[in-house]
């Protein structure tokens, strides 16, 4: 495949299964022992279920393989999140398959044939990269109602932000890695508590 006979790119997931007050929680760029046990932690205590989309250098990180485990015995989905944190805007197809095939093997080689529904590409930078990833069996999940975490790790700020980016029936984007999310992981703690006091239900993604 090549971007001149690629198919035209599939639609992106967007929503999150069910109805009324529903959204699904997907987290980025981990798996990262500073605030991966934390987010997964919280999670359980509430039952909820999430999409982690994994980055293959981060699994191979000491603890990595450890926390890939955990994420998928507490029943989270994977999302493959490349390699490694490189802009793929402008890849070729050859190059495209590569890399999400290798990050495969490496999720795999963790934790086995699990599914991996979808692809999420690094810094939005999609380029041919969602053709690629529909070939290869997975859904392009979208970079949608983000928080911009990687802009600032005020709790205050974050916390407005989730809160306005948490959306009946849509994803949230929030990051478990990339760099300290301290303030992540402590948005998701105040917003999860107020929503799910307000009705609230956390699922997943349409697809999966």
């Not at 793929?88 to 044939?113: F, S, T, Y």
């Not at 997975?138 to 790790?153: F, K, S, Y």
């Amino acid at each position: 495949m090549s971007p001149s006979t690629s198919p035209a790119a599939p639609a992106h997931v967007r929503r999150a299964h069910g109805t009324g007050l529903v959204a699904a929680l997907t987290f980025d760029d981990g798996p990262d022992p500073r605030a991966t046990p934390r987010l997964l932690d919280l999670l359980r205590a509430h039952g909820i279920r999430a999409v982690f989309a994994v980055v293959g250098e981060c699994i191979l990180r000491p603890g990595g393989a450890d926390l890939l485990r955990r994420t998928v015995a507490e029943g989270h989905v994977l999302c493959n999140h490349s390699t490694s944190f490189a802009d793929m805007g402008d890849w070729a197809a050859d190059r495209v398959r590569a890399d999400l095939q290798e990050n495969l093997r490496l999720i795999r080689e963790v934790v086995g044939p699990v599914p991996v529904p979808f692809w999420r590409a690094p810094n939005g930078s999609w380029g041919v990269t969602a053709e690629v990833g529909a070939d290869l069996g997975m859904r392009p999940l979208a970079v949608t109602n983000t928080i911009r975490d990687w802009e600032t790790q005020d709790v205050g700020v974050l916390t407005a932000r989730l809160r306005e980016a948490m959306r009946p029936g849509e994803l949230v984007l929030a990051h478990d890695g990339g760099g300290d999310r301290s303030g992540t992981v402590a948005a998701v703690e105040i917003v999860l508590a107020e929503r799910l006091a307000a009705g609230w239900r956390f699922t997943l993604p349409v697809g999966c």
